[in-house]
Each structure stands twice: as C-alpha cells, then as structure tokens.
C-alpha cells in the first residue's frame, strides 16, 4: 500500500483519520507528537548537504511530503509546517533566520528568503458568525515560489500567490497577488515598482 492510498483510505473515514490524527499530533501544541520527530530522518526527504539548524522547529508530521533540496539550508529559529500541505524546497535554496513556512508550498531552486519572513498556504474560516472563529476549520491556497527569487526581511506571502522566476520582494512587502517574472515588488499591498527585463 503506497502513500496515496493510504491517504484516500483515510479522507474516506473521518473517524480514523481523527484517530490517526490524535496518534500523530499534539492537540495542544498542534505539532507531531515526541514520537513522530523521533522518526523524522526516516520520512523527511533531505537532500545532500542540506542543513536544517538545531533549533528549527519541524512540525512535519509523515502523512505530508517534506523535501529539502540539494546543499540547501533552514536557518535558525524558522518553523517548518507541513501538517496541511506538502513543503517542497528545491536545490541550493536558503530559508533565512526565524523563517515561518506553512504549506503546501513549493519553493524554487536558488531562492534566498531573507529574516523574519512568513510563507503561508493557510487561512482561518471565519465567515459563519454563529460559531468561534477556531471552529470554523481552515483553508489552504498552495504557494509557489519559483526559482532564482529574492525575498526581502519581514516580507509576508499570502495563500494563493505565485512568485514568478527571478523576482525580488522587497523587506516588508505583503505579498497577496501573484508577481510575474522579473519583476520587483514593494509595498503593502506588493505592487510593481520596476520591470527587470
């Protein structure tokens, strides 16, 4: 039985995928139990001469894809979220200092993530006013960042957005629209400042 099925035999039974769900995850902490980090080298895809510093907190439990490409690196202080959706970091690619990436997300070969940025596939429901906003469940829109991009510190990458190759965001920027290749955004919201080709 391979990773697909096993995940379609679980959206298929609601009371096992929640009893799975409670084995795998901390329902306080929403991170994967002790246990599962344990097990992470075993089902983390790393490739070779990644790194992933000491203090990154890696809340990828294995029902989720995890890869990190080739001599890239996850600095310290970043989380790593694949609970909702794979995170798929490519080829000599760095997530700075207290990075927060939250998939499913797709990031590029080449990419250099400044500090302090938050990548984020993930929204809150929040439309039904009859019921807390924490019971309302989530909602996921994949990001993808593709190759040779800057991010600038403290930048923020919204569900739904594609960042198009060799693009720059500027520190700070909120990015909720994709950008087209070769271009660099700023502002808040990110709107096109300059064309680079």
Sequence with gaps: MN??????????????KKFVDFLVMNQTETRP?????????????????SVIHSS????????????????SVI????????????????DYTR????????????IGNNVNLAQGITV????????????????????????TINDDVWIGANAVVLPGVTIG???VVAAGAVVSKDVPPYTIVAGVPAKVI???Q
């Design 95 to 106: 997530v700075g200092l207290h990075n927060t990436i939250i998939g499913p997300v797709r």
């Design 33 to 49: 139990r002790w246990y599962i980090r344990l097990l992470a080298p075993l089902y983390q895809h790393r490739g070779k001469g």
């Design 120 to 143: 984020t596939a993930l929204n809150h429901n929040f439309d039904d006013t009859t019921k807390r906003i924490d019971q309302q469940g989530v909602s996921t829109k994949a990001v």
């Design 165 to 167: 190759t060799h693009s």
């Design 194 to 196: 300059k064309q680079l």
């Design 3 to 16: 990773a697909d099925s096993i995940r379609a035999n679980l959206k298929n039974s609601p009371r096992l």
């Design 56 to 71: 990154v907190r890696m809340d990828t439990p294995p029902y989720r894809l995890f890869s990190l490409g080739r001599k």
């Design 75 to 90: 600095e310290s202080f970043s989380c790593i979220n694949n609970a909702v959706g794979d995170v798929i970091i490519g």
